[in-house]
């Protein structure tokens, strides 16, 4: 079954500091994975996009990378500013028919609150 | 446009009642989804469409959900018959081609079945 679960839950961390968001999946066969930041009321924003062969990309303070052997991905976020606050999404395209359909699997997401 | 418009912003409906749902994608772009996100849920997936070609409506829970892209360009989501559970946030997202690239999402519409 194709599932992509995301840890922790939620996140609290004090302004400034970093922190790590984990995504595992069990998606085949595997097309790309995806962060995006959703803020609260928003529809969301891509962070990233990685395929197969890429094991990080940056977006600013945003650093992604991807272990497709064991199927995981983490978000780090540096130096946390108030704005980061969101709920942060792992999606994961699976690609079928040569590509020709792809279907996408959603994380539920980590909900981060950065504090003053 | 500068970005996927969707309306209207909030709905509030009376159970039993039809609903139309709006989205307007990125001038260009040829892919359109819709997608929902129930309170404390993650997004569920519900329509495709990707040029002229025939949707992908597998992720559309029922019968009383459907979706239309006329011109290839505006899309309508109908739920008929709403139902409590039929309460969520509905978005809509556009990409330039296909599922492969960036998807820009919408504001989403609210909906509330009372």
């Known amino acids: 079954k194709n599932q992509v679960e995301q840890s922790p839950q939620s996140l609290i961390i004090l302004e400034g500091k970093n922190c790590t968001l984990q995504?595992?999946?069990?998606?085949?066969?595997?097309?790309?994975l995806r962060w995006y930041k959703q803020d609260t009321g928003r529809g969301p924003v891509s962070l990233t996009i990685?395929?197969?062969?890429?094991n990080t990309k940056s977006n600013g303070r945003y650093t992604a990378t991807l272990d497709a052997d064991t199927k995981q991905s983490s978000l780090h976020i540096t130096a946390s500013q108030l704005s980061d606050s969101a709920s942060y999404i792992c999606?994961?395209?699976?690609?079928?028919?040569?590509?020709?359909?792809?279907?996408?699997?959603f994380g539920t997401g980590t909900l981060l609150a950065v504090q003053p | 446009g500068a970005g996927v418009s969707q309306s209207p912003s909030n709905k509030v409906t009376e159970k039993g009642k039809d609903v139309e749902l709006r989205c307007d994608p990125i001038s260009g772009h040829t892919a359109l989804y819709w997608y929902r996100q129930s309170l404390g849920q993650g997004l569920e997936f519900l329509i495709y469409?990707?040029?002229?070609?025939?949707?992908?409506k597998s992720g559309l829970p029922s019968d009383r959900f459907s979706a239309e892209r006329t011109g290839g360009s505006v899309s309508t989501l109908t739920i008929q018959r709403t139902q409590q559970e039929d309460s969520a946030v509905y978005l809509c997202?556009?990409?330039?081609?296909?599922?492969?690239?960036?998807?820009?999402f919408g504001p989403g519409t609210r909906l509330l079945v009372l």
């Open positions: 469409f990707q040029g002229n070609s025939a949707p992908d």
């Open positions: 999606v994961v395209s699976a690609s079928f028919r040569g590509g020709a359909t792809n279907k996408l699997i």
């Open positions: 995504c595992n999946y069990t998606v085949s066969p595997f097309s790309n």
């Open positions: 990685m395929t197969f062969s890429e």
């Open positions: 997202a556009s990409s330039l081609v296909a599922v492969q690239e960036t998807q820009y």
